[in-house]
């Protein structure tokens, strides 16, 4: 009996989480980046409570954007350098499924610790407590399109030997909408108005990154193993 | 229509052929005007010094490299048609081998398996066995020496029946009981009427074999 791509998709995702769990320095590293990003805000800008408040939801997001950009550069390297990469591209199964595992379990390893440990930075940070579920959500929602951008950049530059930069500058301007919408968001449940049309336009934008961005990292990794 | 699953491919019928193949690397040109067929039972070996373009090829009959010009044809329809048809029959073991150094030897069998749609031919333990690497396995590869991981590599060719075999070196680092084992797999793979092409220095001794040899970099 032929097996699916989804079982291909399952097991690629399980070998990453394993992988994963086998190196934690690589899942702590952007958790503690991003920790220490915000945590520098209080020491530099003012430990006065209303100016963090206000300033909160900027510097949670920068941080975790700053840490997903770090965290990037592991999500094809390793594969690239042994060889599992030019495999996977020749499995049968399509490539922008096993890709789409790829990213999944990079989000699992980087994206959704930043979201359970974000309150606990924005309580240091005085955030308003109505904003905190639009913190939530925004993360639950933006992060996956994080990961899901950031592989068509890394896609692209895993060939080349020194790709942060210009990884940097492909990437950042496509996080710029994820970053505006999702701060927009927290200000304005600190506010107490209604916050929904950000969130839904930020939902709007990772299920956009979700259907394409897997079919233009696979068709940018085909190109980077030339 | 019913296909029967290994003898559909008729016994003298060219399965593989290249023509005019012609490969640049850093605007240099590797080869050109290459051309080579391939039938079921057939060994095509590669010659040629470093840098002659030995892997280039072997990666641009994957699929995986750039070519300048020429077509590449499997059973009569050009590769790049039948993309996922052809990935399916072939197997390719290169230089950079595939395998993870994180990972035990069963670790590595079974994402293997899981990668490609046919289910394995017999229990990746069983193939383990064979390949001697069963006090081993569940070790993590990089504690293995050079020609134990090689091994590791070389046991994908058992997980499942491909018609293709495209090898890059797959000698190097193998002890001398390494060595039969791989003519031992070459010879089981010639008899089903399996076709190689590899990459390599050493001559291939295999009785009532046809082997081509085509020679880069002249």
């Given amino acids: 009996m032929k097996k699916s791509a989804a079982t291909a998709f399952s097991a690629l995702v399980r070998r990453d989480l394993l992988l994963a769990y086998r190196y934690r320095a690589e899942i702590v590293n952007p958790l503690l980046y991003f920790v220490i990003i915000v945590s520098l805000y209080p020491l530099s800008v003012s430990s006065e409570p ?3 408040a206000t300033i909160a939801s900027g510097v949670i997001w920068v941080a975790a954007l700053l840490s997903a950009l770090l965290s990037l550069d592991s999500m094809f390297r390793s594969d690239y350098e042994d060889g599992t990469l030019e495999q996977i591209l020749m499995s049968p199964h399509p490539t922008a499924v096993l890709v789409l595992a790829k990213v999944t379990a990079h989000w699992i390893t980087t994206g959704l610790p930043l979201v359970v440990i974000a309150p606990l930075l924005a309580l240091s940070l005085h955030l308003d407590a109505a904003a905190f579920p639009a913190l939530l959500l925004s993360l639950l929602i933006g ?3 994080l990961s899901l951008l950031g592989a068509i950049g890394i896609a692209l530059t895993v060939g080349l030997r020194r790709g942060g930069l210009l990884l940097a500058i492909l990437i950042l301007p496509l996080y710029v909408p994820i970053l505006v919408l999702s701060s927009t968001a927290i200000q304005l449940a600190a506010e107490k108005v209604p916050y929904s049309g950000p969130l839904l336009m930020l939902g709007a934008l990772s299920v956009l990154a979700l259907t394409l961005a897997p079919l233009a990292t696979a068709a940018a990794l085909r190109i980077s193993l030339r | 229509m019913h296909i029967g699953s290994t003898n559909h491919y008729s016994r003298n019928s060219i399965m593989l052929s290249a023509t005019n193949l012609c490969c640049l690397r850093n605007e240099i040109q590797l080869f050109s005007n290459l051309s080579f067929s391939l039938e ?16 280039s090829l072997l990666r641009l009959l994957c699929g995986l ?5 020429g077509e590449i044809r499997w059973q009569d329809q050009p590769v790049s048609a039948t993309r996922f048809n052809y990935l399916r029959e072939i197997i390719y073991i290169g230089h950079n081998q595939g395998v993870k150094n994180e990972l035990t030897v069963t670790e590595n069998l079974v994402f293997f398996d899981a990668l490609s749609e046919q289910p394995s031919q017999r229990p990746i333990d069983e193939i383990i066995r064979l390949f001697e690497l069963d006090s081993l396995d569940d070790c993590p590869l990089h504690k293995l020496s050079a020609g134990q991981k ?4 070389l046991a994908r060719l058992m997980l499942h029946k491909k018609k293709l075999w495209i090898l890059d070196e797959p000698q190097t680092a193998l002890d001398s009981k390494g060595l039969t084992l791989l003519e031992q797999l070459y010879q089981n793979h010639i008899k089903e009427q399996g076709m190689i092409i590899v990459a390599t220095h050493h001559p291939i001794q295999l009785p009532a074999t046809r082997i081509k040899t085509l020679t880069l970099g002249r």
């Fill in chain 1, 50 to 52: 209303k100016v963090l």
């Fill in chain 1, 143 to 145: 992060t996956p399109a």
């Fill in chain 2, 40 to 55: 079921g039972g057939e060994i095509l070996q590669v010659k040629g010094p470093n840098g002659s373009g030995k892997t």
């Fill in chain 2, 65 to 69: 490299g750039a070519m300048e010009s």
């Fill in chain 2, 150 to 153: 090689r091994r590791v590599a």
